[in-house]
């Protein structure tokens, strides 16, 4: 198959290296603009494109989708499919223009969690299952037709993180089958349930990783894994920002106020909730680094 490969982020990169590897033809990538990073805001490379130049697939960076020199490169390009992976909405222009369409792999089993952070919100909201799902893309996002899905286990302590990684390799496994299989014209293509009790995964923001100490130990647990390494629950601790990476639950009895911290400055430092106690485990103070509780308290003095 003829492929023009959209996505950003490493997570897309597992499924580009498949798809390569299994002797499909990478036309292009289409890739997010360089952007300054770091200290000296030097121009950063996306990892999709990264991996595109080492493999000397030609790389384009449109600003905007819809710009009639960006569409015409990708009309002469003439591929026989599109598969986006962890990037931007598509314009009609775009995802409908080749023969085979335009194929998207989501990380989870649609229609549940449509939107741009599945991973986090599953592991939030105390699932017990996600997976992957490759589908056509339509006009309403993350509703087209399901060709194929694949499901895991979520672990008791798996965090946004190692989740991540889980369904990245599984989904570049499905996306090479989807492929093979549209090849080979035996691919069934079915259309999304409409659920009543479908749960969404919005775009995560700032406010939206503050911690509320007056929820229940096991739902903050969730939460924080959920976060976890990015972009991180976070509360504060004499007046700095905590980020939290992990931790542990105390389920007991207490008159404290929520959000309360208590700590012996050795060992443990932790955060009355409505049942008990949260106690961190891997932290991120302001202005420090990320650090084990026990390191991070035998340099600092919190109460």
Request: glycine share 6%.
């Amino acid at each position: 198959m003829n492929i023009i490969f959209f996505g950003t982020p490493d997570f897309a990169v597992a499924s580009l290296k498949a798809l390569k590897e299994c002797g499909q033809n990478i036309l292009a990538v289409v890739t997010a603009p360089d952007k300054p990073a770091g200290r000296g805001l030097q121009l950063q490379f996306s990892a999709v494109k990264k991996y595109a130049l080492e493999q000397n697939v030609p790389v384009l960076q449109p600003e905007k989708l819809k710009d009639t020199a960006f569409v015409e490169q990708l009309r002469n390009l003439n591929a026989d499919i599109h598969i986006v992976v962890a990037f931007r909405m598509l314009p009609e222009v775009v995802w409908n223009m080749p023969k085979f369409g335009t194929i998207n792999l989501h990380a989870s089993l649609l229609p549940q969690y449509r939107g741009a952070a599945p991973i986090n919100w599953a592991i939030i909201n105390g699932e017990k299952i996600s997976g992957v799902t490759t589908f056509r893309l339509q006009h309403a996002i993350d509703t087209g037709g399901i060709l194929l899905q694949e499901q895991v286990a979520i672990q008791p302590n798996e965090t946004a993180g190692t989740l991540h990684d889980t369904l990245m390799n599984i989904g570049a496994n499905l996306m090479v089958k989807t492929i093979e299989g549209i090849e080979a014209g035996t691919l069934t293509e079915y259309p999304q349930e409409n659920l009543s009790d479908l749960k969404s995964a919005p775009k995560i923001f700032t406010e939206t990783t503050r911690i509320d100490w007056s929820l229940r130990a096991a739902v903050l647990l969730n939460f924080i894994r959920g976060l976890s390494p990015y972009p991180a629950a976070f509360s504060t601790l004499n007046a700095k920002k905590l980020k939290i990476f992990s931790a542990s639950m105390e389920l007991e009895d207490h008159q404290l106020e929520v959000g309360t911290f208590i700590t012996d400055n050795k060992t443990y430092l932790k955060f009355a909730c409505a049942d008990g106690f949260i106690s961190i485990q891997e932290m991120q103070l302001e202005g420090k680094t990320k650090m084990k509780i026990a390191d991070f308290l035998r340099g600092n003095k919190v109460l």
